[in-house]
């Protein structure tokens, strides 16, 4: 039962409805209509003993006679009823009209029936107006309506959607074209946006879109935020709610403006062509700024000058620095100690081989985190790809040795070899953009080497020169090759071992009486 006697008191208190609201468990919506009854009544406290709550029902909202007497449907049975295939509102009336009958009571006419089936659902979608406070809300969404860019080469036709973000106190707008609905494109409106304010409201209040909203992880109780929208709010120093899924209402001055961008910018710029997005955003800000600067049709004042005089000093300051876009994925830890981000390859410890790690992408950085413990963090790596970006103390040790083999001692080693040894080594460093791409090719001339004589490799060198300014390994390795029924030197000198390539005099003797040695 209501309490309308409570309400009539506390309102003679000068409570706001909002608290009454709280106080009587009733809506906002009621406590208004109880207290304007009661002041086109004369009805004032204090009240009469005779006042009951039940009289003052009576007296203020009187039932409809027409009704008295006769049995009211049960609405949440009608209600869960109708969402049934098949069944009817005539159906469910004659169901009523029989039960009423077998208990002796007076049914509803159909078109009564109907009637106050209608006002119930009135009732159930009522809605409550919120007074927002200067700064403290704006909401974002997508245009429904894309705008469109002309390829000016081949005539194709490209939609550009539509960003929109509202102050909901002033309604001052933000709007920006983008290629795609894409997280990138979501991150950088917002920044855009609030650098276009001046300041950040207190909350956003966003669409329920995958950009926003982590739906796997989100139920209608706990939505989860995406990790990157989240990161972004939390440089900003604001607080997202995001709307519920089909609730336009949630965002109710996002939605209206949506309508109005429609009109006032992509219909307005229909007869006019663009070739770039920067094009089509310029001429998106001249629509905006007059938006922005058109009167309220029952205010004196415009969106700007509503924003400018009342919200913008009481948003919240710019950061210093502008937030960093970032990717969040997912990457398995090779065996080789890395994981592949966009064809690159960056190094993590080797202790965590297999793991499954969280890596947060930027445009200049790479950070890598395992349970949610930063393990590893790299410069982000641009131009060819298959680059690798690998900090030596991630290496287990024996590899770590093998960083010691560096272009000096190879071409100590060629020197040894010989004067044509020494200049393909070289022209072999000096191949790639960087040295290291050239290990490879140098470690198959010590295994040439090892298989053949420094003799042999030394002529097959000399050889090789006379072809090319910079013989290839493989070039190397044919002629040594077509060279193997030449008998070896006798007087070919032995290789000290230092380096653990050759493999001494006594292997080179076994290959020149005909024995087989294979790598």
Request: charged share 25%; hydrophobic share 35%; aromatic share 10%.
């Amino acid at each position: 039962m209501t309490k309308y006697r409570e309400i009539i008191r506390l309102k003679s208190l000068n409570f706001s409805e909002r608290n009454i609201a709280l106080s009587c468990s009733v809506s906002r919506n009621t406590v208004s209509k109880i207290c304007k009854k009661a002041e086109e009544l004369n009805l004032s406290w204090p009240l009469g003993e005779s006042m009951t709550d039940d009289a003052l029902e009576n007296l203020m909202f009187p039932k409809d006679k027409s009704a008295t007497n006769k049995r009211m449907p049960d609405y949440a049975y009608i209600r869960k009823e109708l969402l049934r295939n098949g069944v009817s509102k005539k159906l469910l009336w004659s169901e009523y009209c029989e039960d009423c009958h077998l208990a002796g009571e007076e049914p509803l006419m159909y078109s009564q029936f109907c009637y106050y089936i209608q006002k119930d659902e009135e009732k159930r979608r009522a809605t409550m107006h919120i007074k927002r406070k200067p700064g403290e809300q704006v909401e974002v969404d997508w245009a429904g309506d894309p705008a469109t860019i002309i390829d000016p080469d081949t005539g194709e036709i490209t939609p550009a959607w539509l960003f929109v973000g509202v102050m909901t106190y002033s309604q001052y707008t933000y709007v920006e074209a983008f290629i795609n609905e894409k997280q990138k494109a979501w991150i950088t409106a917002h920044i855009h946006m609030f650098e276009f304010f001046g300041g950040v409201a207190k909350i956003l209040v966003s669409d329920n879109c995958t950009t926003a909203v982590n739906h796997q992880q989100s139920d209608w109780y706990t939505p989860s935020l995406n990790t990157t929208y989240h990161e972004m709010a939390e440089h900003y120093g604001t607080a997202i709610i995001p709307a519920r899924v089909r609730k336009p209402k949630d965002k109710p001055n996002a939605e209206g403006c949506v309508g109005n961008i429609s009109t006032w910018i992509t219909a307005a710029l229909r007869n006019e062509q663009f070739f770039s997005l920067a094009e089509l955003n310029a001429a998106i800000r001249r629509k905006l700024d007059a938006f922005n600067a058109n009167l309220f049709q029952k205010k004196e004042s415009s969106r700007r000058g509503l924003f400018l005089g009342e919200e913008l000093s009481l948003l919240t300051p710019l950061p210093a620095t502008r937030f960093e876009l970032c990717d969040w994925k997912t990457a398995t830890v090779q065996f080789n100690y890395h994981i592949a981000v966009d064809k690159m390859y960056y190094s993590v410890p080797y202790q965590y081989i297999r793991e499954k790690a969280d890596v947060r992408i930027t445009d200049t950085t790479v950070e890598i985190f395992i349970k949610h413990n930063r393990i590893a963090s790299h410069r982000r790596l641009y131009g060819r790809p298959g680059q690798y970006s690998t900090v030596t103390e991630h290496m287990p040790p024996d590899h770590q040795k093998y960083l010691e083999w560096n272009g000096d001692r190879f071409r100590k080693w060629a020197a040894q070899i010989g004067i044509n040894t020494n200049e393909v080594v070289n022209n072999i460093l000096t191949s790639g953009r960087v040295e290291q791409q050239s290990y490879r090719s140098c470690m198959g001339l010590l295994k040439l080497a090892e298989k053949y004589t420094p003799v042999q490799l030394e002529k097959a060198c000399q050889k090789a020169l006379q072809y090319s300014h910079s013989p290839s390994y493989k070039s190397i390795k044919n002629l040594l090759v077509t060279m193997k029924e030449e008998p070896a030197s006798e007087t070919a000198p032995e290789m000290k071992n230092s380096y653990g390539i050759t493999r001494g005099a006594r292997y080179y003797a076994n290959k020149s009486q005909g024995g087989n040695h294979n790598d």
